[in-house]
């Protein structure tokens, strides 16, 4: 008998442009994972209800990270690729699992709080338990393996926290979810300013999105920042400068960067020229991606086929998932 396959999740929220960082830490990793696993990837369009109050462009939003994903190689065939809100028994398993939710560790998380600061005017429910929403996500497929960055660790441990909750007071349903990343330390992209990574939200001059045009990519390289005047002889690489040999790995091969490097130590590097590397090999990396998910997009009959291929998956586990939680928790009187 073949062996069943280990149960991946994962969720991209629909609030903005995705990025290079996007690709490197989260999309290229769901893409490695398609043929070796179960795979559930998620559009959360409910968790950006929490930060939400204008949903105009929500349609919008949603059909472009679903197009990106497939640009960037995720097969609808291979994967249940879904929107949140198309899995109602999701919004089932929340209202359970939030009797196991304690308010006083969902004040806590420090994502929590940021939110708080952020938006002081709107500290809705949806915000503190934003965990609860997120673990359901999780454990209505009973996955194991949640490829995410480092910022969701604290997310993943709540979700832990409910599996061994619910398997205690119940009966054992849930399995452990750990954060994901093929033993691999998570790949940084750095952003274009020198500080800080690449984000959906902060400097747009400083981050590369799938969805630039070869004219915006070239400018925001040419404007990354290099100079840092005079260095002491053997004095460390400044994080500008890394951070351009950190993008440019990315997208060129070995040889060329062996070259700049080689340049850098000699002290007669070009920064004109390596910023020119950089540019053409980010264009010739985006426009592929950026064509593909442009044309995918405005296909909105093979865009709902996927969507609806995708919610019929996940419908599927999820309705195994939750006959057993409630035959655990006793909600079956005959
Ligand atoms: N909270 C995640 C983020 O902000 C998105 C997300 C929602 C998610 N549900 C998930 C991630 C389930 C992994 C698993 O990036």
Do not use: W
């Not at 009973?142 to 409910?162: F, M, S």
């Not at 004219?215 to 005079?230: L, M, V």
């Amino acid at each position: 008998m073949e062996k069943k396959k280990d149960i991946v999740m994962s969720g991209i929220r629909p609030t903005g442009f995705l990025h290079l960082g996007n690709y490197f830490g989260a999309l290229r990793n769901y893409v490695r994972m398609q043929d070796a696993y179960t795979c559930y990837f998620m559009v959360a369009d409910l968790h950006a209800l929490t930060t939400l109050r204008e949903t105009r462009e929500l349609k919008q939003h949603v059909r472009r990270v679903l197009a990106e994903n497939i640009a960037c190689g995720l097969d609808p065939d291979k994967v249940a690729l879904y929107c949140q809100s198309h899995v109602p028994e999701t919004a089932e398993l929340y209202l359970f699992l939030n009797m196991l939710a304690y308010k006083g560790e969902l004040e806590k998380t420090p994502t929590f709080k940021d939110k708080v600061r952020l938006q002081p005017e709107n500290v809705n429910a949806g915000l503190l338990t934003y965990p609860v929403l997120q673990a359901a996500d999780i454990l209505l497929h009973r996955a194991t393996l949640v490829p995410v960055g480092k910022d969701q660790e604290q997310h993943l441990e709540i979700a832990r926290n409910y599996v061994n909750r619910f398997n205690q007071r119940y009966s054992e349903v849930f399995p452990e979810p750990y954060a994901f990343n093929f033993g691999e330390d998570l790949i940084k992209v750095p952003s274009l300013d020198g500080a800080g990574k690449m984000s959906k939200s902060e400097n747009q001059m400083a981050t590369l999105y799938l969805a630039d045009d070869d004219e915006s990519i070239r400018k925001k390289i040419s404007k990354a920042k290099t100079d840092s005047g005079a260095l002491a002889p053997g004095a460390p690489m400044p994080e500008t400068i890394a951070n351009l040999f950190l993008l440019l790995k990315l997208v060129r091969p070995q040889d060329v960067l062996d070259k700049f490097q080689a340049d850098y130590q000699a002290g007669t590097i070009r920064y004109g020229d390596m910023k020119k590397e950089l540019a053409e090999g980010m264009v010739a990396f985006i426009t592929p991606i950026r064509e593909k998910a442009e044309h995918i997009r405005n296909d909105e009959a093979y865009l709902r086929q996927v969507m609806e291929q995708g919610a019929a998956k996940a419908r599927a586990s999820a309705a195994v998932t939750l006959q057993l939680a409630k035959d655990a928790i006793g909600l079956n009187y005959f």
